[in-house]
């Protein structure tokens, strides 16, 4: 792709060690699709309020945006077996028909950047990535009422970048997953450095 992203282990300390700014609000905690119920007349529900706590009002946003990388965007790149658990005869397993390869979930992540930050738009070429960033821009849409002054997405950003890089501890356990939120810190290093 021509394009070098900084590395987000380097950033981090540096962010650690400012203040994040932002209002503080009554937080969900743990909001994440499992924890929204759609009823028949379709109206959402949050539900599990374990995790409800005085936080950063950004942090649901963030939070449920993460998620979506993981589980969603994370199971359609997951590699599987298709023939019991024999793999190719090269050794590698098969990937899913609509895998997408990390160069294209790169650009995805720039394409969110450019777009949150009224850049130019670029196109993403996979479907569920296409579906995943109109999922993403509305969540960042319903946040902007709540960053400090409008479209200065900073904070957001700051805390975007914190919050994925702290998926690394599910590396050890899907790689193939927890590259994910690691490429989006990456990208998101490249605004905030």
């Known amino acids: 792709m021509g394009l070098t992203l900084p590395d987000p282990l380097a950033i ?6 400012k203040q994040l700014d932002g209002r503080r609000a009554i937080i969900h905690g743990d909001l994440h699709p499992g924890n929204i119920l759609i009823d028949d007349a379709g109206r959402a529900w949050l539900i599990d309020f374990d995790h409800v706590r005085e936080g ?4 649901d946003f963030i939070r449920l945006e993460t998620i979506l990388r993981l589980f969603v965007l994370g199971k359609a790149r997951r590699t599987i077996l298709q023939n019991g658990d024999k ?39 996979k479907p569920e990535l296409v579906k995943a960033a109109e999922l993403i821009l509305a969540i960042r ?14 904070e957001y950003l700051n805390g975007l970048f914190l919050h994925n890089l702290a998926q690394l501890r599910f590396y050890e356990l899907m790689p193939q997953i927890a590259v994910l939120p690691l490429t989006t810190a990456a990208v998101v290093a490249g605004e905030i450095s």
Request: charged fraction near 15%.
């Open 12 to 17: 981090y300390p540096r962010l650690l060690n």
């Open 56 to 59: 950063h009002v950004l942090f």
């Open 87 to 125: 793999p190719e005869r090269n050794g590698t397993p098969k990937l899913w028909a609509d895998s997408f390869s990390l160069a294209e979930y790169i650009n995805f992540e720039v394409a969110l950047l450019r777009q949150t930050l009224n850049h130019q738009t670029l196109a993403i070429a």
């Open 141 to 154: 849409q319903l946040a902007q009422p709540y960053l400090r002054a409008t479209n200065h997405w900073q």
